[in-house]
């Protein structure tokens, strides 16, 4: 059997992750589909985000399996760490993503999350804080230092990411807020 670069590996790493959650884990952790029909209108199923997350994880890793050149590369030990490292600041991410509204909420809502996981400031903490995690240590880890350019690159992705998905739709509810 031929061995694969480290580019390759990494295509079909990604490739073998978008299929499981694609056919495994989107099906088992959502109750609607794509889109539901609710009252005579269409609204935004569960697993629409996820699946066009996976899509796009698909379509990058058939990009990577056809990219040219390095074919002598093979995955090496900087290749594991870095790969280490990108998955422990998504983890890190999510952990403050789910947890960060309800403490926050606790602290200073007077309420339970469950009723104010809707209400502005609320409904944006934990995503912004822990969305702006993931993309502020991955853009310092590949720049190798700790930048203010970095800071504001994330919040701009997060408040980007919250002008896509969250203001057009009244009936979405951002991570973790569909959950909590």
């Given amino acids: 059997m031929r061995k694969l670069s480290a580019t390759k590996a990494l295509g079909v790493g990604c490739i073998a992750f978008a299929l499981i959650l694609a056919f495994v884990w989107i099906p088992l952790d959502t109750d609607t589909g794509l889109v539901e029909r609710s009252r005579g209108q269409y609204v935004v199923g569960d697993s629409l985000a996820p699946t066009l997350a996976a899509a796009f994880i698909l379509i990058s890793g058939l990009l990577l399996l056809l990219e040219r050149g390095g074919e002598n590369d093979r995955p090496s030990r900087n290749n594991v760490i870095y790969i280490g490292a990108i998955t ?8 403050v993503m789910r947890w960060a509204g309800p403490v926050a909420a606790n602290l200073f809502g007077g309420e339970d999350y469950r009723l104010l996981r ?14 702006g995690f993931m993309v502020f240590a991955m853009t310092s880890f590949v720049e190798q230092r700790l930048t203010w350019r970095a800071a504001l690159i994330a919040l701009a992705a997060v408040a980007g990411i919250i002008v896509l998905y969250d203001l057009p739709f009244d009936d979405v509810l951002l991570p ?3 959950d909590v």
């Fill in 88 to 95: 422990l600041f998504g983890v890190i991410g999510i952990v």
């Fill in 176 to 178: 973790p807020n569909g």
């Fill in 118 to 131: 809707d209400t502005i400031p609320w409904k944006y903490t934990g995503f912004v804080m822990g969305g």
